[in-house]
């Protein structure tokens, strides 16, 4: 090797050294996914230069891989797309576990040119690696075309594997950390939030309508007589009817918007960006899915349930995110009071009773 080569293959390697070191204190400093994931996207553009790059994970509900990250052209539309494990080279390097280095795409035959002809943009080299954590494939990461359209070579393949090493621990305690905290602000029974969750929730929103003044509504429902169901058919059949409600009520918001189990059988919900129509046009549509839903069908049952709902809207309402949960429960009291299976509207702030009534 000539002084010149050698100086080169020094600097290289001083220069991955010094990435994986980045990359090995990020990942004592934060387990906040996207943050470690770009750190290391970022170590793969300045060590290794392809022209295009991207991350693929798996979706964990329906199995195909989807563009985590992609960076270079056309890669906006690459992150609309998704593929199945064993299609194109990504996907068999997926649904093998092994890497691949192909120099020339057009003597492949795994190759998938419709993400070519999604994007306008012409694939020439290739270099994958899955991201393996425990012994489970999570994703791939892909470098297209190296700098000045180059091949990729052996020496990028090695250096693109020990990145991926690094990217699948971030990837599995970025989860890890991510279903702890969830099992934190999650009812076990029903899958919705809890109602710790709710106060932390509620206070954020609040601050939000504060600062950007726009409204945030806070819908309370009480199941009607459901004591009776516990009573006629056992606690077990309670429980996976409040299941079948916490999915109903989910399946009645937007993405943005939250449910929570506030105990029993109350549940809360709170609508971003809302204001008192839409909260009682939710509320209405919600009271009418349950009048015309059957519980328990999958276990030979046909259980009706009705709900009593109570909407509040800050400012309107409320002053504050504890009066604002005040002023939900009241009305909320007060459809029952009007003879359940109803939708009532809370008063103005100034109008509010002062003492909270017992249920």
């Not at 576990?97 to 994007?119: K, Y």
């Not at 009817?241 to 918007?257: F, I, M, N, P, W």
């Not at 999958?298 to 002053?319: F, K, M, N, R």
Request: glycine share 6%; charged share 25%.
């Amino acid at each position: 090797m000539n002084p010149a080569d050698l100086l080169a293959a020094m600097t290289r390697t001083v220069e991955q050294l010094a990435a994986y070191n980045d990359i090995a204190k990020a990942l004592t400093s934060t387990l906040e996914l996207r943050e470690v994931l770009n750190l290391m996207m970022e170590k793969v553009r300045s060590l290794l230069r392809p022209r295009n790059w991207s991350l693929l994970l798996q979706d964990e509900r329906t199995g195909k891989l989807y563009f985590e990250i992609a960076v270079g052209e056309g890669a906006e539309v690459l992150k609309g797309l998704q593929l199945a494990p064993g299609e194109g080279i990504a996907g068999t390097v997926f649904s093998t576990g092994t890497a691949r280095l192909v120099e020339d795409v057009t003597r492949d035959p795994t190759f998938a040119s419709r993400f070519d002809n999604a994007s306008a943009f012409r694939t020439r080299s290739i270099v994958a690696v899955p991201l393996i954590a425990r012994g489970r494939v999570l994703g791939v990461i892909e470098l297209v075309n190296g700098a000045t359209d180059r091949p990729f070579t052996q020496d990028d393949l090695m250096a693109l594997t020990a990145i991926s090493d690094f990217a699948a621990i971030a990837i599995e305690n970025a989860r890890n950390f991510r279903r702890v905290q969830e099992l934190t602000i999650t009812d076990e029974h029903t899958g919705v939030y809890n109602a710790r969750h709710l106060r932390a929730q509620l206070e954020h929103e609040v601050r939000r309508s504060q600062r950007f003044h726009h409204p945030v509504s806070l819908i309370f429902l009480d199941l009607d007589r459901f004591k009776s169901i516990n009573d006629q058919h056992g606690h077990l059949v309670g429980s996976a009817v409040l299941k079948e409600v916490g999915e109903l009520l989910v399946s009645c918001c937007r993405q943005l918007d939250y449910v929570f189990r506030y105990g029993g059988d109350e549940f809360a919900l709170l609508l971003v960006e809302t204001g008192t129509d839409g909260a009682m046009t939710s509320a209405t549509r919600i009271r009418d899915t349950f009048r015309n839903r059957r519980f328990q069908e999958a276990a030979g049952l046909d259980l009706q349930v009705t709900a009593s709902l109570g909407v509040a809207t800050y400012p309107e309402h409320a002053l504050s995110s504890v009066d604002l949960v005040r002023a939900a429960d009241f009305a909320m009291y007060a459809a029952k009071a009007r003879g359940r299976d109803d939708v009532c509207l809370a008063v103005p702030h100034a109008d509010m009773p002062m003492m909270p009534r017992k249920k």
